[in-house]
C-alpha cells in the first residue's frame, strides 16, 4: 500500500500564533509533496508543491511567508502557518507521490485547523 | 473560475443500481484524470484515472469514461453497494503542473 499520515489531526491554536502540521510518508519515498486547502462544501485547492531538498512551489493567491512548506526529507514535509488568523481555519490536506507513479496521489487523513 | 466541475451536488441511487457520477472540464490542457472517494474528516482515496488518449478505463465495479470531444468525463459504479455512500471528487492534470485540480464533488447516497 501507500499510507500517507498527517499529525495533528485537528489543532486549535489562537490567533496570532503559528502551527505546524507534518505530512509522511510511510511505507515509499515521496519525491514530490502537496500541500491542499478544503474550505467547508468546496474543493480541494492546491496551495503548493514541494519536492525534496529544493524550495515549494506555490499556487497563485498563497502567501508564501504565511504558509512555509519544509521538505527535509522523502518522507517528511511539514507546513507551516505563521501568524494564523480565524480566516485560516480549514481542512489542510497533503499527498504524496510516488516516483514511479507520476499520476496517483496518496493523500493523508488531514488536519482540521480552528484559529480562535 | 472552476476548471473542473461537477454539477450535481449530491446524487442518491438505489442499491443494486447503477450510479453514474459526472464532471465537466475547461482546460484542453488537461491530459490525466483521476476519481477519489472521500469521507467526512478523511484525505481522499484514489480510485480510477484515465489517461486522454484512452476513452475508457474499467476496474472491478468502476468504469471511467472521457469524452474529449465535449469536455466530459463519468464514473459510473455498478452495482452501487452501501458502502460506496461518500463524496466522490473528479480531479485533472496536466499543462505542465504537478498538481491536481479538483471539482466540489457529489455526495453519492446508497439507499437499501
Known amino acids: 500500500g501507500a499510507v500517507v499520515s498527517q499529525h495533528p489531526s485537528w489543532v486549535i491554536c489562537k490567533s496570532g500564533t503559528s502551527v505546524k502540521i507534518e505530512c509522511r510518508s510511510l511505507?515509499?519515498?515521496?519525491?514530490?509533496m502537496f500541500w491542499y486547502r478544503q474550505f467547508p462544501k468546496q474543493s480541494l485547492m492546491l496551495m503548493a508543491t514541494?519536492?525534496?531538498?529544493?524550495?515549494?512551489?506555490?499556487e497563485q493567491g498563497v502567501e508564501k511567508d504565511k504558509f512555509l512548506i519544509n521538505h527535509a526529507s522523502l518522507t517528511l514535509s511539514t507546513l507551516t502557518v505563521t501568524s494564523a488568523h480565524p480566516e485560516d481555519s480549514s481542512f489542510y490536506i497533503c499527498s504524496a507521490r510516488r516516483g514511479t507513479t507520476l499520476h496517483e496521489q496518496y493523500f493523508g487523513p488531514g488536519t482540521r485547523l480552528t484559529v480562535t | 473560475d472552476q476548471q473542473v466541475k461537477q454539477n450535481s451536488p449530491s446524487l442518491s441511487v438505489q442499491e443494486g443500481r447503477i450510479s453514474i457520477l459526472n464532471c465537466d472540464y475547461t482546460n484542453s490542457m488537461f491530459d490525466y484524470f483521476l476519481w477519489y472517494k472521500k469521507y467526512p474528516a478523511e484525505g481522499p482515496t484514489f480510485l480510477i484515472s484515465?489517461?486522454?488518449?484512452?476513452d475508457k478505463n474499467e476496474d472491478g465495479r468502476f468504469t471511467v469514461f472521457l469524452n474529449k470531444s465535449a469536455k466530459h468525463l463519468s464514473l459510473h459504479i455498478v452495482p452501487s453497494q452501501p458502502g460506496d455512500s461518500a463524496v466522490y471528487f473528479c480531479?485533472?492534470?496536466?499543462?505542465?503542473?504537478?498538481?491536481?485540480?479538483f471539482g466540489k464533488g457529489t455526495h453519492l447516497i446508497i439507499q437499501p
Open positions: 511505507d515509499f519515498q515521496a519525491t514530490t
Open positions: 484515465i489517461s486522454s488518449i484512452k
Open positions: 514541494s519536492n525534496e531538498g529544493s524550495k515549494a512551489t506555490y
Open positions: 480531479a485533472a492534470m496536466g499543462g505542465g503542473a504537478d498538481g491536481l485540480t
